[in-house]
């Protein structure tokens, strides 16, 4: 979205750059009538502006050939913030064998992140993966190197890091489980599956933040 912005801002300018040069040429060079000028111009940007605006696109699909074709990249737009922030987050685990396992359920989220851009009529049944199961999987990565910035005793460190490695785990079956049933073309909106989640996610000591419970429940 921030991307589009920039772009139809940019045409914008370089519309009017130009229309500008075509008027100084125009009234300065060829000295013509300052009215003639002036109409001439302002054709001539409007049709720049026409030829120059950016067309929006979710991958290879352009945004007005889409049903809710705004809403749909919104949608995508948070799914690659939360990606983004998964990124980052493992970039900054360095035990081993999680830093692997985090690298595995990048992997896969990535694969659904392109899937669902190059197919964006299935991002409405991507719902729950985008509102739930990859929030919380950047929420437990964030999480984990928060707990680790606090400088844990070793002890400490291992209970964390062996709860991080079962959540890690119990994600990446959850991603993958999505991933297949969006390939089968299957609504990702299963309340047993989402739950079940929770209740294992919770037994391996990983505690929603209370703004995402709200979130939840409101929906």
């Not at 990446?172 to 990702?188: R, S, Y």
Request: glycine share 4%; proline share 2%; aromatic share 8%.
């Amino acid at each position: 979205m921030k991307n589009d912005n920039r772009k139809e801002t940019l045409s914008i300018v370089l519309s009017l750059l130009m229309a500008l040069v075509f008027f100084l040429i125009l009234f300065i060079g060829l000295k013509w009538n300052l009215l003639l000028c002036m109409i001439l111009t302002v054709i001539l940007y409007l049709a720049l502006s026409f030829l120059l605006k950016p067309v929006r696109k979710i991958g290879s699909r352009d945004l007005e050939s889409l049903t809710n074709g705004a809403f749909l990249s919104e949608r995508l737009e948070e799914a690659s913030s939360d990606f983004t922030r998964m990124q980052k987050a493992v970039d900054r685990i360095r035990e081993q064998p999680l830093r692997s396992e985090c690298e595995e359920l990048l992997k896969t989220a990535q694969s659904i992140l392109k899937y669902l851009t190059d197919n964006p009529e299935k991002i409405t049944a991507a719902r729950r993966y985008i509102d739930y199961y990859q929030e919380t999987a950047a929420n437990v990565l964030e999480h984990y190197n928060e707990l680790k910035d606090t400088g844990l005793t070793t002890g400490e460190t291992a209970k964390v890091l062996h709860s991080t490695r079962e959540s890690v785990s119990t994600l990446k079956a959850a991603f993958g489980m999505q991933f297949e049933k969006l390939m089968q073309n299957e609504l990702m909106d299963m309340e047993a599956d989402l739950n079940l989640l929770r209740q294992t996610l919770r037994s391996e000591g990983y505690t929603e933040p209370e703004k995402k419970k709200g979130r939840e429940n409101n929906k």
